[in-house]
């Protein structure tokens, strides 16, 4: 996968979890101590492949109006954290996704839930292959180690509108 920027590229693994986006907000951190671009990608695979021929087809959705879903909703998720990133969403297995991706990045950052108290973290089989194969460092991002950020202030001016 080729990138057309002379600036760094910095990928953010993006599902719809709290762990994601507090990897796309420490990562939008990192992008402006190095300059970079922030990619979010969003992998994504349709369900039907996956249910059984006999399955009742009422419940089935179409590979395109799941993929629609698919993409507004990464939208939403990326927009509450950044709004002028557009998300890429890419079909396939999540690992294979993002190691395509991120070829020639700076880096690759991913979320990992918090475990249940008293219980250590684990990878999951996705974190574990890209921790092993990415072509670029990773770093893995907790929701507890992401503050999150309070609400920009604003100036805000009242005036009165004359009555009469």
């Excluded at 600036?7 to 101590?33: C, D, F, K, N, Y």
């Excluded at 399955?55 to 993929?67: I, K, V």
Aim: with cysteine; glycine share 6%.
């Amino acid at each position: 996968m080729t990138h057309n920027t002379s600036r760094p590229r910095i990928v953010v693994g993006v599902s719809h979890s709290p762990a994601a986006t507090a990897a796309l907000r420490w990562a939008l951190g990192e992008a402006r101590l190095r300059d970079a671009v922030i990619q979010p990608v969003h992998a994504w695979q349709w369900s039907g492949q996956h249910r059984a021929s006999y399955a009742p087809m009422g419940t089935w959705r179409s590979h395109d109006e799941e993929y629609a879903a698919a993409r507004e909703q990464t939208r939403r998720v990326v927009a509450q954290v950044a709004p002028s990133l557009t998300p890429i969403v890419a079909h396939g297995p999540p690992a294979q996704v993002l190691l395509t991706h991120c070829e020639g990045a700076e880096m690759l950052v991913l979320g990992i839930r918090n475990p249940e108290p008293g219980t250590p973290v684990a990878a999951t089989p996705v974190l574990a292959a890209l921790i092993m194969s990415a072509p670029c460092p990773v770093v893995v991002v907790s929701p507890k180690s992401v503050p999150r950020p309070a609400f920009p202030s604003y100036e805000v001016t009242l005036s009165v509108a004359p009555t009469g």
